[in-house]
Every structure is written in structure tokens, then in C-alpha cells.
């Protein structure tokens, strides 16, 4: 089930819930004053279920904005907000530090990234145009604009990502992929990311240097077996 449809569930039960008991209540009232239950009963019960149903989706709306723990119940192993960070190699060899955030809500999954070299300078950045997360497949598929810097213009592109989960039930914590340019050639680009915060870091100050310290090693392996 997804998380819009559990969402919407979440908010029938409650507001057929509140209606029963209330319907419980109102219904032996009126009869003590022998009005006519039917009609007051359909109309209390159509008028209130509206209500209670606009006003519990608003309520809900809000407390996912800033409640973390309840959008992850409820988003479950569909789960991705937060910050990722990955490496990948460019055609020449040298290795780039990709920052994503992932930016999730119940109908949308929105993603801006950025790609650093080894001395923190930004070099591009990318910004999702439409989003699909395939539960059953375990894929994220997103397709993205990007802007080079130093480049001639914008490029589009596409990302392909396993989302990896430790368990069946459990939310994916690293993505292992591609993503290809589909403007100069549609040349992939293998990237792994791993999330290190559920929360948005900040690119180049706290999670670029994170992704330092996550990928050194591997860069270095890179770039020897590039030069044998």
C-alpha cells in the first residue's frame, strides 16, 4: 500500500470512528424527542463526516511536515528523505563527491544534488523534474536537470537506482546505480549513495566532508587501478 493510499485510510478510519460514536449518541437523543431521526441523522452524520474528514487531513498534513518519526511510519520502506552521499568517476578519471536531499511527501519525491571534487569545488548541480519510486521492483527512477559549471548549457538526464533494504520491511539506507546524461551521448555513470542523515545537511560544509571521509579510500583504490 502506498503511502497516499495509507495516508487516506488512516484518515476514513478516524473520521468513521468519530462518527459512529457520535451517530451512537445522537440518535437516542433525538428519539426522546421524538424528531425525525432519519433525516437529522443523515444530514449530522454527511455534514460531520466532512468535517471531520477535511479537518483531520489538515491536521495530519501538518504533523507530517514536522513530525520525522510519523512520516516514517507511514512512508515505511518507501521511505528516502533525507541527505545521500555517493562518488562516482567521470570520464577522465577523476572522482566527484555527489550531496543529494531528498525531499519526500506523500504524492512527490523531489531531489536537488550537487557534485564536488576532491577540493570541495562545485562543479555541477541538478535539480529532479519528475519521480517515481517502484516498491515492488525496489527501483527509484528520476529524471533531472543539470547544470554544469563551466559547462556550455543545461543537460538532461536520468537515474536508475536498486534501493537496498535490510530487511523486507525496512527502509533503504544505501541506492546503487546509474544515472546517464541523455542530451551528449547517454554516457552512465555508476554512482552507490548511502544516506547519512534523515534530516538536510548542508552540501559542502557538513556532508561533502562526510562524503570525504565515507569515499577516500575508494577513490584512492580508483585512481591506482586507473594508472596501472
Given at each position: 500500500m502506498?503511502?497516499?493510499k495509507?495516508?487516506h485510510l488512516?484518515i476514513?478510519?478516524?473520521t468513521?470512528s468519530?462518527m459512529?460514536?457520535?451517530?451512537t ?15 437529522l441523522?443523515l444530514?449530522?452524520?454527511?455534514v460531520?463526516s466532512?468535517?471531520i474528514?477535511t479537518?483531520f487531513?489538515?491536521?495530519?498534513s501538518?504533523l507530517?511536515?514536522s513530525?520525522?518519526l ?5 512512508f515505511g520502506?518507501?521511505?528516502?528523505q ?7 568517476q567521470?570520464?577522465d578519471?577523476c572522482s ?13 519525491l523531489?531531489?536537488?544534488g550537487?557534485?564536488f571534487?576532491?577540493t570541495?569545488?562545485t ?5 529532479s523534474?519528475?519521480?517515481a519510486?517502484?516498491?515492488?521492483d ?6 533531472y536537470t543539470?547544470?554544469?559549471?563551466g559547462g ?5 538526464g536520468?537515474?536508475?537506482?536498486s534501493?537496498e533494504?535490510?530487511s523486507?520491511?525496512?527502509r533503504p ?21 548511502v544516506?547519512?542523515d534523515?534530516?538536510?545537511?548542508d552540501?559542502k560544509?557538513v556532508a561533502?566532508?562526510k562524503a570525504?571521509?565515507?569515499f577516500?579510500?575508494?577513490?584512492d583504490?580508483?585512481v591506482s587501478?586507473?594508472s596501472?
Amino acid at each position: 500500500m502506498t503511502p497516499l493510499k495509507k495516508y487516506h485510510l488512516c484518515i476514513t478510519i478516524v473520521t468513521v470512528s468519530i462518527m459512529a460514536i457520535v451517530l451512537t449518541n445522537l440518535i437516542p437523543w433525538l428519539e426522546r424527542r421524538q424528531l425525525s431521526t432519519p433525516w437529522l441523522g443523515l444530514i449530522v452524520g454527511a455534514v460531520g463526516s466532512t468535517a471531520i474528514y477535511t479537518g483531520f487531513a489538515k491536521i495530519l498534513s501538518g504533523l507530517l511536515e514536522s513530525n520525522r518519526l510519523l512520516k516514517k511510519l507511514l512512508f515505511g520502506k518507501d521511505d528516502l528523505q533525507g541527505t545521500w552521499i555517493g562518488m562516482y568517476q567521470r570520464a577522465d578519471g577523476c572522482s566527484v563527491y555527489s550531496v543529494e536531499h531528498f525531499e519526500q511527501s506523500l504524492e512527490t519525491l523531489n531531489i536537488k544534488g550537487k557534485g564536488f571534487t576532491e577540493t570541495g569545488e562545485t562543479i555541477n548541480d541538478w535539480t529532479s523534474t519528475a519521480s517515481a519510486i517502484e516498491s515492488k521492483d525496489k527501483k527509484l527512477i528520476y529524471t533531472y536537470t543539470c547544470d554544469r559549471y563551466g559547462g556550455p548549457e543545461q543537460f538532461q538526464g536520468v537515474c536508475v537506482f536498486s534501493l537496498e533494504r535490510p530487511s523486507s520491511s525496512s527502509r533503504p539506507m544505501v541506492i546503487h546505480g546509474y544515472s546517464a546524461d541523455l542530451t551528449h551521448g547517454a554516457r552512465k555513470t555508476e554512482n552507490r549513495e548511502v544516506r547519512i542523515d534523515d534530516d538536510f545537511l548542508d552540501m559542502k560544509k557538513v556532508a561533502f566532508q562526510k562524503a570525504l571521509e565515507q569515499f577516500e579510500t575508494h577513490a584512492d583504490e580508483a585512481v591506482s587501478a586507473g594508472s596501472e
